[in-house]
């Protein structure tokens, strides 16, 4: 894996022409340099979109670092997208591999919206950052998408975390989980109830450097056991689960509005 691809956030746009010699233009910004790469002289329009709208996104990604440059590759064919990731076989919708993003044709077809580009960016840049300060190492599903939905402020209901309360013990401990809400509660009680991302940020950092030892790492990140860490997590849980039942206990809905019940 090169450290191109470490750091790159790469979109498949729709296009069949076969690639030329990559051009490569690059605008300061505020929170860093913005790179954009493409083939063609026609793709310039497109890479001016894409370039601005990261500069515009970049600042979502940057709450958890700030890293002075982005890389952006315009690809104009799956055939180039697999031979980018070096994989072969037809890939459609939304892949994410190497911390680069990449939108297929097809998934450009279904849902062009100027709306769904910018959620695809965002998500990409916070992945991205995600990926670079765990030196490229596998990240565990609760702390990546954890990560990405609090950063990108896509919320779970809260049903979700009374669901989360009733299963077993060590969740924080497995890198592997099918339900992405587990990590939203869980970042959301670091950045709430243990003074913001800096844990986290030190998590990731240690992965880098330890990419085997998960559980060491994040006891050394917070200063505490697994076992006490997911304590916490849970007490911290449900009183967010009694605080939403108090709420919908103390009111009756009228319409859009919440009014107490005077009875």
Request: net charge negative.
């Given at each position: 894996m090169t450290a191109q691809l470490l750091r790159g956030v790469a979109f498949i746009l729709l296009a069949t022409v076969a690639a030329a010699a990559q051009v490569r233009v690059e605008v300061p910004g505020a929170s860093g340099r913005i790179h954009v790469s493409f083939s063609e002289p026609g793709d310039e329009g497109q890479a001016d979109r894409l370039r601005e709208l990261a500069a515009r996104l970049k600042p979502?990604?940057?709450?958890l670092q700030n890293f002075d440059e982005v890389e952006i590759v315009v690809v104009r064919s799956p055939r180039e997208m697999e031979q980018r990731l070096g994989e072969a076989g037809a890939l459609s919708g939304v892949s994410y591999v190497h911390g680069i993003l990449f939108l297929s044709p097809l998934a450009w077809q279904v849902n062009p919206t100027d709306e769904a580009?910018?959620?695809?960016?965002?998500?990409?840049?916070?992945r991205n950052t995600i990926v670079r300060l765990a030196g490229g190492n596998r990240v565990p599903d609760w702390l990546e998408e954890g990560l990405v939905s609090v950063l990108t402020r896509r919320p779970f209901s809260p049903a979700s975390a009374e669901v989360i309360v009733r299963r077993a013990p060590l969740l924080l401990a497995q890198f592997d989980t099918e339900d992405p809400a587990v990590g939203y509660w869980a970042v959301r009680y670091f950045v709430e109830a243990r003074g913001g991302l800096g844990e986290l940020r030190q998590v990731l950092r240690l992965l880098a450097q330890r990419p085997d030892s998960f559980i060491e790492n994040l006891q050394l990140a917070t200063g505490t056991s697994v076992g006490e860490l997911e304590r916490?997590?849970?007490v911290w849980l449900q009183r967010q689960i009694d605080e939403e039942r108090r709420k919908r206990e103390g009111g009756v809905r009228e319409g859009p509005l919440i009014k107490k019940d005077e009875n």
């Amino acid at each position: 894996m090169t450290a191109q691809l470490l750091r790159g956030v790469a979109f498949i746009l729709l296009a069949t022409v076969a690639a030329a010699a990559q051009v490569r233009v690059e605008v300061p910004g505020a929170s860093g340099r913005i790179h954009v790469s493409f083939s063609e002289p026609g793709d310039e329009g497109q890479a001016d979109r894409l370039r601005e709208l990261a500069a515009r996104l970049k600042p979502v990604a940057d709450q958890l670092q700030n890293f002075d440059e982005v890389e952006i590759v315009v690809v104009r064919s799956p055939r180039e997208m697999e031979q980018r990731l070096g994989e072969a076989g037809a890939l459609s919708g939304v892949s994410y591999v190497h911390g680069i993003l990449f939108l297929s044709p097809l998934a450009w077809q279904v849902n062009p919206t100027d709306e769904a580009l910018e959620q695809q960016m965002t998500v990409a840049l916070v992945r991205n950052t995600i990926v670079r300060l765990a030196g490229g190492n596998r990240v565990p599903d609760w702390l990546e998408e954890g990560l990405v939905s609090v950063l990108t402020r896509r919320p779970f209901s809260p049903a979700s975390a009374e669901v989360i309360v009733r299963r077993a013990p060590l969740l924080l401990a497995q890198f592997d989980t099918e339900d992405p809400a587990v990590g939203y509660w869980a970042v959301r009680y670091f950045v709430e109830a243990r003074g913001g991302l800096g844990e986290l940020r030190q998590v990731l950092r240690l992965l880098a450097q330890r990419p085997d030892s998960f559980i060491e790492n994040l006891q050394l990140a917070t200063g505490t056991s697994v076992g006490e860490l997911e304590r916490g997590w849970r007490v911290w849980l449900q009183r967010q689960i009694d605080e939403e039942r108090r709420k919908r206990e103390g009111g009756v809905r009228e319409g859009p509005l919440i009014k107490k019940d005077e009875n």
